[in-house]
């Protein structure tokens, strides 16, 4: 399967005029898998809702038959719907027309975000079937489940019989998960402790350019990162309370150091997040660039302007160099994430943040960096922190070091 990265080259080949033959030669894949993957992840849309009284608006004939008639009767057996001659040899899309702002027929368009989106969920529903015949998993069910109900572990089963187990400890669980063998899910060492996963569903995808990302991916990520070593890293990331309300909270975490602070954001629009890193770079002002050199962000609609934000607006110097992670990769940013541990001991799931201040992030984040790390030799990430930047940074941020007796992660 072809990864986000490529997919976003193709599409930056298709802007560049490349020919078919010519991206399937510099992509290695053959051409029909190309002319595949465009034609059936096309966005058709239609810019102008006509009323019913036109009823045949989208008819190729329709200039002729307007000398003849005065309006298309009910049923035509002449119609025939007008494509463009451009739709139908390569690239099959309107992304890249001149005309597409003033073209009043019907437009296809190419979304990398939308076509990874989609291919990865074609590709998670192939492998959901099930690889054994319904005789094999009942046989396997007989001798698993005496060993389950006496509470022994899958793994340890797994661990002590690998001959007995046709598929992996992960499979099993799924189809237990889904009821495809006599065991429920109770049943299970600890299963009821924690939640069953949730599907992942998707977030809406953004309006901007998928373009701008172009060169800001996770592998141009690692190639800048081996090429400066000494890079400081910030990973950025969001953490939601209530589903009811639109307030947030936008973390930065710095790698080198596992330090992290928090702003409260009213919403997740970008301009949120624009107006956090403009006042940032204005109070750490030439420190900035030193602190903020990598910025790396998952692809949330909040982050889609981060690139421009990370531009001097009066000079045009570039204060960070902006990248993305790959799509369904957390662990692409795992510090960030688990980070937010140690937050959610004071802040757990299902709270929200109507009734918290800035100032109370700022001293929860404050016992969260004072609290020492196996990962930092048991220093602490400020101790860390100041081995690389100023002191007065983390006056600025509004941290401070607590005594270890006065830390407390809980609520």
């Known amino acids: 399967m072809l990864g986000y990265d490529e997919i976003l080259t193709i599409y930056k080949y298709i802007s560049l005029n490349f020919t078919a033959s010519q991206i399937a030669m510099t992509m290695h894949i053959v051409p029909s898998t190309l002319y595949r993957m465009i034609i059936t992840n096309i966005d058709i849309r239609k810019q102008i809702a006509f009323p019913h009284t036109y009823r045949y608006h989208e008819c190729k004939y329709l200039p002729a038959c307007r000398k003849t008639i005065e309006r298309c009767p009910l049923e035509c057996e002449r119609f025939e719907k007008y494509l463009c001659d451009k739709l139908h040899r390569f690239p099959f899309i309107c992304d890249f027309c001149e005309s597409r702002s003033v073209c009043r027929k019907e437009r296809h368009f190419w979304n990398p975000v939308l076509v990874y989106q989609n291919r990865f969920e074609r590709l998670r529903n192939t492998r959901s079937h099930l690889s054994l015949s319904k005789a094999r998993i009942a046989a396997f069910d007989d001798w698993l489940s005496p060993f389950i109900r006496k509470k022994c572990s899958i793994e340890v089963l797994r661990s002590q019989f690998p001959e007995a187990f046709p598929v992996s400890s992960s499979t099993v669980r799924r189809w237990i998960d889904r009821g495809h063998m006599s065991i429920r899910r109770i049943d299970l060492v600890r299963a009821v402790t924690f939640k069953a996963k949730k599907a992942y569903a998707p977030r809406r995808p953004s309006n901007a350019d998928p373009l701008l990302k172009y060169g800001h991916t996770h592998p ?24 009811s309300e639109e307030r947030k909270l936008l973390t930065f975490y710095h790698r080198q150091s596992h330090l992290q602070f928090a702003v409260l954001i009213p919403d997740l629009h970008p301009a949120s997040v624009t107006y956090v890193i403009r006042a940032l770079q204005k109070m750490l002002g030439d420190r900035f660039s030193s602190l903020f050199d990598v910025i790396l962000a998952d692809n949330g609609i909040e982050f889609d302007e981060l690139i421009p934000a990370s531009v001097d607006p009066d000079t045009g110097e570039i204060l960070s160099h902006v990248f993305y992670t790959r799509p369904y990769h957390c662990g692409d940013k795992g510090g960030c994430e688990r980070n937010h541990e140690l937050f959610r001991y004071l802040v757990p799931k299902g709270h929200g943040f109507s009734d918290l201040t800035q100032k109370d992030i700022d001293f929860m984040f404050s016992m969260i960096n004072s609290y020492p790390r196996e990962s930092l030799s048991w220093k602490t990430p400020i101790d860390v922190f100041k081995q690389y930047f100023p002191k007065d940074i983390l006056d600025f941020l509004s941290l401070k070091k607590i005594p270890l007796e006065d830390v407390t992660l809980k609520r």
């Open 220 to 243: 141009y990520f690692l190639d800048y990162v081996k090429a400066h070593p000494e890079a400081s890293v910030i990973e950025m990331d969001t953490v939601h309370g209530l589903a």
